[in-house]
C-alpha cells in the first residue's frame, strides 16, 4: 500500500525508517518531511495543517493509510476531515478524531476524563477570567511545590512548577491577564505536585482493545544531572529498568484499560497511538498527562526495540484483528541521544551545515534520525533547536549509550552539544 506520513521531525524520520521495513508498504511520502525522511519515501512540500493540499496529494498518490505524526492536525480535526469525504473515507487514518484528541489538547477535558474513570492522577483545579481571584487565593493556599498548566496546546511550553507562591501568582497572572500563551492559556489547571520519576508508555489502540508497543524514560532538561532548562527531550531509555512486570501490570489495570474503557463508554472515534504520560510515585503509577500520538524523541527508541511489523500493526487497528497481533521485542537496550543547536532551549542560529551523518550511520548497532534539518544547496543544514539524534543498542543501557556517543562523536555542526550523561541512573 502507498503511506502518507504527516509531518517532519525525527518521530517521522523513525516512522519513516520503520514502515520501509515492512513488506506491506509499497511508497511512503511525507509531508513536508526532511533530509533524514528522504532516504524512506518522497518529501511532499505541504503544511502539516494544509488538510485541502494533503486531500489532493492522497488522491493523486492513490494513498490507503495516513499517519498522523504531530498533534496539531489532529487537535484541529484532520481525522473528521479525511473521514468525512466521500474521497477520501476509505484511507485508514492512524489518529483519533478531534472529539478524542481533545484527551491531549484540552488539559481541563484529559483531568474530567479520568476523574469520571478513576484513573489515578493529580488532584487539580481549573480556572479563567470569570474565577481570576479565586484562582489566586486558591494558589496563596496550595502546598508547594505547585504546577500551572495552559489548557490547550502551548508547543510543550504550557507548563510551570513554580516554588513559590509568588512565582506561581506571577505565572497565572502572565498565563490569564497576558495571554501568555494565547487561546491556549484561556483556561488554567493547577495541580498538584507528584514527586516521582517520569516514565511514558505507547499504546496502539483500535478504540477497543489495545497493544502496548513500548515505554521509554526521557530526559527533558537541557543540563546533565537533570539540570537546567526543560526542552522538547534530549534522550530516551528502553526498557526502563524498573517498569518490570509488576509495575506494568498496574499500568495496564489502573491506566491503560480504564482508558481505552472510557474512550468505548464515552462514543470517541480513536483509532491510533496512545502516549501515557507517567510518574511513578514510589511503584504507584499515576497520569500526569495523555498524548494522542507517539512522543519525540521516544519513537526513535521505541521503535527500533519494536520487531513487529509496524504497518501490519496499524493494519490490525482498522481491520478489527488487533486484539490477534503478537508484539515482540527485541531483547537488547537501546538509548536515544539528541544533539541540539547552540543556545536551545532559548534562541540558536539555523542553517550550519552538518558534518558526518554518514560516517555515523555506518556504525554497528547504531541509528541517525534527523529532527531539525533541511536542505541547502545539496547541503543537510540545521534547521531547528533539536537537529538530530542516534539511536544504539547494545547488551546494556551502558553500552546502548556508549555506542550513541560514540556515534554522535562522528557528526560535527556548530555550536553542537549532547548530554554525556543519558541513562545515568541505571549505570
Same mark, same amino acid.
Given at each position: 500500500?502507498?503511506?502518507?506520513?504527516?509531518?517532519?521531525?525525527?518521530?517521522?524520520?523513525?516512522?519513516?525508517?520503520?514502515?520501509?521495513?515492512?513488506?506491506?508498504?509499497?511508497?511512503?511520502?511525507?509531508?513536508?518531511?526532511?533530509?533524514?525522511?528522504?532516504?524512506?519515501?518522497?518529501?511532499?512540500?505541504?503544511?502539516?495543517?494544509?488538510?485541502?493540499?494533503?486531500?489532493?496529494?492522497?488522491?493523486?498518490?492513490?494513498?490507503?493509510?495516513?499517519?498522523?505524526?504531530?498533534?496539531?492536525?489532529?487537535?484541529?480535526?484532520?481525522?473528521?476531515?479525511?473521514?468525512?469525504?466521500?474521497?477520501?473515507?476509505?484511507?485508514?487514518?492512524?489518529?483519533?478524531?478531534?472529539?478524542?484528541?481533545?484527551?491531549?489538547?484540552?488539559?481541563?477535558?484529559?483531568?474530567?476524563?479520568?476523574?469520571?474513570?478513576?484513573?489515578?492522577?493529580?488532584?487539580?483545579?481549573?480556572?479563567?477570567?470569570?474565577?481570576?481571584?479565586?484562582?489566586?487565593?486558591?494558589?496563596?493556599?496550595?502546598?508547594?511545590?505547585?504546577?500551572?498548566?495552559?489548557?490547550?496546546?502551548?508547543?510543550?511550553?504550557?507548563?510551570?512548577?513554580?516554588?513559590?507562591?509568588?512565582?506561581?501568582?506571577?505565572?497565572?497572572?502572565?498565563?490569564?491577564?497576558?495571554?501568555?500563551?494565547?487561546?491556549?492559556?484561556?483556561?488554567?489547571?493547577?495541580?498538584?505536585?507528584?514527586?516521582?520519576?517520569?516514565?511514558?508508555?505507547?499504546?496502539?489502540?483500535?478504540?477497543?482493545?489495545?497493544?502496548?508497543?513500548?515505554?521509554?524514560?526521557?530526559?527533558?532538561?537541557?543540563?546533565?544531572?537533570?539540570?537546567?532548562?526543560?526542552?522538547?527531550?534530549?534522550?530516551? &531509555? +528502553?526498557?526502563?529498568?524498573?517498569? @518490570?512486570?509488576?509495575?506494568?501490570?498496574? !499500568? =495496564?489495570? %489502573?491506566?491503560? /484499560?480504564?482508558?481505552?474503557?472510557?474512550?468505548?463508554?464515552?462514543?470517541?472515534?480513536?483509532?491510533?497511538?496512545?502516549?501515557?504520560?507517567?510518574?511513578?510515585?514510589?511503584?504507584?503509577?499515576?497520569?500526569?498527562?495523555?498524548?494522542?500520538?507517539?512522543?519525540?524523541?521516544?519513537?526513535?527508541?521505541?521503535?527500533?526495540?519494536?520487531?513487529?511489523?509496524? &504497518? +501490519?500493526?496499524?493494519?490490525?487497528? @482498522?481491520?478489527?484483528?488487533?486484539?490477534? !497481533? =503478537?508484539? %515482540?521485542?527485541? /531483547?537488547?537496550?537501546?538509548?536515544?541521544?539528541?544533539?541540539?543547536?547552540?543556545?536551545?532551549?532559548?534562541?540558536?542560529?539555523?542553517?550550519?551545515?552538518?558534518?558526518?551523518?554518514?560516517?555515523?550511520?555506518?556504525?554497528?548497532?547504531?541509528?541517525?534520525?534527523?529532527?531539525?534539518?533541511?536542505?541547502?544547496?545539496?547541503?543537510?543544514?540545521?534547521?531547528?533547536?533539536?537537529?538530530?539524534?542516534?539511536?544504539?543498542?547494545?547488551?546494556?543501557?551502558?553500552?546502548?549509550? %556508549?555506542?550513541?556517543?560514540?556515534?554522535?562523536?562522528?557528526?560535527?555542526?556548530?555550536?553542537?552539544?549532547?548530554?554525556?550523561?543519558?541513562?545515568?541512573?541505571?549505570?
Amino acid at each position: 500500500m502507498n503511506i502518507l506520513l504527516i509531518g517532519s521531525g525525527g518521530r517521522e524520520n523513525a516512522l519513516a525508517w520503520k514502515m520501509a521495513q515492512s513488506h506491506q508498504c509499497d511508497e511512503i511520502f511525507i509531508a513536508p518531511g526532511n533530509p533524514g525522511t528522504a532516504e524512506f519515501g518522497t518529501n511532499l512540500p505541504i503544511d502539516i495543517n494544509a488538510f485541502d493540499a494533503l486531500k489532493k496529494a492522497a488522491i493523486e498518490h492513490q494513498i490507503e493509510m495516513i499517519v498522523v505524526g504531530p498533534e496539531e492536525p489532529l487537535v484541529k480535526g484532520i481525522y473528521d476531515f479525511f473521514n468525512d469525504d466521500p474521497l477520501t473515507a476509505h484511507i485508514n487514518i492512524i489518529g483519533p478524531s478531534a472529539k478524542a484528541a481533545q484527551l491531549e489538547g484540552s488539559k481541563a477535558f484529559s483531568k474530567h476524563f479520568m476523574q469520571r474513570h478513576q484513573i489515578p492522577t493529580a488532584s487539580y483545579a481549573e480556572f479563567t477570567l470569570e474565577n481570576y481571584e479565586q484562582g489566586l487565593a486558591y494558589i496563596s493556599a496550595h502546598a508547594l511545590p505547585i504546577v500551572l498548566k495552559a489548557d490547550g496546546l502551548a508547543a510543550g511550553k504550557g507548563v510551570i512548577i513554580a516554588t513559590t507562591h509568588q512565582e506561581a501568582l506571577t505565572s497565572f497572572k502572565e498565563m490569564l491577564q497576558d495571554k501568555q500563551f494565547g487561546a491556549a492559556s484561556d483556561k488554567v489547571v493547577i495541580e498538584q505536585f507528584l514527586e516521582g520519576i517520569e516514565v511514558s508508555v505507547f499504546a496502539l489502540t483500535d478504540g477497543t482493545n489495545y497493544k502496548i508497543i513500548g515505554h521509554a524514560k526521557d530526559y527533558k532538561r537541557i543540563g546533565e544531572g537533570d539540570t537546567g532548562l526543560n526542552t522538547g527531550g534530549m534522550g530516551c &531509555v +528502553s526498557p526502563v529498568p524498573f517498569m @518490570d512486570a509488576a509495575f506494568m501490570a498496574k !499500568v =495496564n489495570a %489502573q491506566i491503560v /484499560e480504564p482508558t481505552i474503557k472510557g474512550i468505548q463508554q464515552e462514543g470517541l472515534v480513536y483509532k491510533g497511538f496512545v502516549f501515557f504520560g507517567l510518574m511513578n510515585c514510589q511503584g504507584e503509577p499515576y497520569v500526569i498527562e495523555y498524548n494522542c500520538r507517539l512522543g519525540d524523541p521516544e519513537t526513535e527508541v521505541i521503535l527500533p526495540r519494536l520487531q513487529t511489523d509496524l &504497518v +501490519s500493526l496499524l493494519a490490525a487497528a @482498522d481491520n478489527g484483528t488487533l486484539e490477534d !497481533v =503478537n508484539i %515482540q521485542y527485541h /531483547e537488547q537496550f537501546f538509548a536515544t541521544v539528541m544533539a541540539v543547536s547552540g543556545g536551545y532551549p532559548g534562541s540558536y542560529q539555523k542553517n550550519f551545515p552538518i558534518q558526518g551523518i554518514e560516517l555515523a550511520q555506518k556504525l554497528p548497532d547504531s541509528l541517525v534520525f534527523q529532527a531539525g534539518t533541511g536542505f541547502q544547496e545539496n547541503t543537510i543544514v540545521t534547521k531547528g533547536g533539536r537537529v538530530l539524534t542516534v539511536t544504539s543498542q547494545g547488551k546494556d543501557l551502558q553500552q546502548a549509550v %556508549q555506542k550513541a556517543q560514540k556515534a554522535l562523536s562522528t557528526i560535527q555542526f556548530e555550536g553542537m552539544y549532547f548530554r554525556k550523561d543519558i541513562g545515568y541512573e541505571f549505570a
